[in-house]
């Protein structure tokens, strides 16, 4: 599967992007989703996944401001981030993988980055 990610760009604190993660290749639905984050300097970082079925996970720093979601009919996944950060800023990641589990770093296929810029 191909992933394409889009949607980043540069927002205020207390603003809101959705990322979109377009697949080609392959049907969504039968794959784990999932986004992760990176800074320079540091390691890349689970921030939410989602499972076939829909059951949505999430790295505490996140949990209550972003919202992961799939649309298998437009073998789209979404990242809506609200009450945006300056420390959300990094380049952000979409990545699937067949099987459980979400909460993992060993995700098989990544689409390339687009980057949030929060300011303060």
């Known amino acids: 599967v191909q992933l394409q990610a889009s949607g980043g760009g540069l927002v205020q604190t207390g603003g809101s992007l959705r990322l979109s993660c377009a697949a080609s290749?392959?049907?969504?639905?039968?794959?784990?989703m999932g986004w992760f984050r990176q800074v320079p300097g540091k390691e890349r970082e689970f921030v939410a996944g989602i499972s076939r079925s829909g059951n949505p996970y999430y790295a505490d720093s996140v949990k209550g401001r972003f919202t992961i979601s799939r649309d298998n009919a437009k073998n789209t996944a979404y990242l809506q981030m609200n009450s945006l950060k300056p420390e959300d800023t990094a380049v952000y990641y979409c990545a699937g993988k067949k099987f459980p589990p979400v909460v993992t770093a060993a995700y098989d296929y990544w689409g390339q980055g687009t980057e949030v810029t929060v300011s303060s």
């Open positions: 290749g392959r049907t969504l639905s039968t794959y784990v």
